[in-house]
């Protein structure tokens, strides 16, 4: 299978208001993806918790081989931080610029990620060494590069980019958006709902914070949120 996005991790402490915080924003979509494995509830280490890190989502993309992905990833500059930390296979790892995200076995690969979550975004330093950096690494190709309006009204590059080879559709995209004094490097996921107006409204009673709403040029609605913590993610709607 193409190296994709294929679970995605919370880490949060406690993780009682997290599942509360997200099951009332994605309803039985939430439910199903912990049900299935392509979404799960960790601890938030605890180096991360006395560094004073907000809880945050890790998503881990599908390979054929860890070991072998994860010494590439090294030899290219990134961080290996040690095991997912959810009984299974895979390795969490931090980006040349700082973006956690993680790898793991395909055969383990949950097959209600697809439904679960609709676009992933890359908040990064530099731009055009993180497309290489992916790509390189896991086959993405560049669909698109365009300037774009960010959430102050400042013009920023932005790139689509694709799973495999002759894809038409765009499935990530990477900015340097890192520059907003708000953002950090980070992988943040985009969670598909049915009804975009209603989903923002219930992240703003439960005590999250709607960040932009953004109408991308090859059709949905993308928002990026906070969740009631300050963990970043967003939400994807065709309307």
């Not at 679970?7 to 509360?20: E, G, I, M």
């Not at 809880?55 to 054929?64: G, K, Q, R, T």
């Not at 296979?89 to 949950?110: C, H, I, K, T, Y």
Request: with cysteine; charged share 20%; glycine share 10%.
């Amino acid at each position: 299978m193409p190296s994709r996005f294929v679970r995605h991790a919370h880490r949060a402490t406690p993780l009682d208001p997290a599942a509360s915080f997200y099951r009332a924003v994605l309803g039985e979509r939430f439910t199903r993806g912990l049900e299935d494995g392509s979404l799960a509830l960790a601890p938030l280490p605890e180096r991360a918790r006395a560094a004073g890190a907000p809880p945050h989502w890790v998503s881990l993309i599908a390979v054929d081989d860890v070991e072998a992905i994860t010494s590439r990833l090294t030899r290219d500059g990134a961080t290996a931080l040690g095991p997912t930390g959810d009984a299974r296979r895979g390795v969490v790892l931090r980006d040349p610029w700082g973006a956690l995200f993680g790898v793991a076995p395909s055969d383990e690969a949950p097959r209600g990620a697809s439904d679960l979550v609709g676009w992933h975004h890359l908040n990064t330093v530099d731009l055009d060494a993180a497309v290489a950096f992916y790509g390189g690494a896991f086959g993405w190709t560049t669909r698109s590069r365009e300037q774009r309006i960010g959430p102050v009204g400042v013009g920023e590059p932005f790139v689509t980019m694709s799973w495999e080879q002759g894809s038409p559709a765009p499935a990530v995209s990477l900015s340097p958006s890192v520059r907003l004094p708000f953002v950090h490097p980070s992988w943040w996921p985009f969670f598909r709902v049915d009804d975009r107006e209603r989903a923002c409204a219930r992240v703003r009673e439960l005590g999250g914070n709607v960040i932009d709403v953004v109408e991308t040029a090859h059709g949905p609605w993308v928002v990026p949120c906070e969740d009631d913590r300050g963990g970043a993610f967003g939400l994807v709607a065709d309307a």
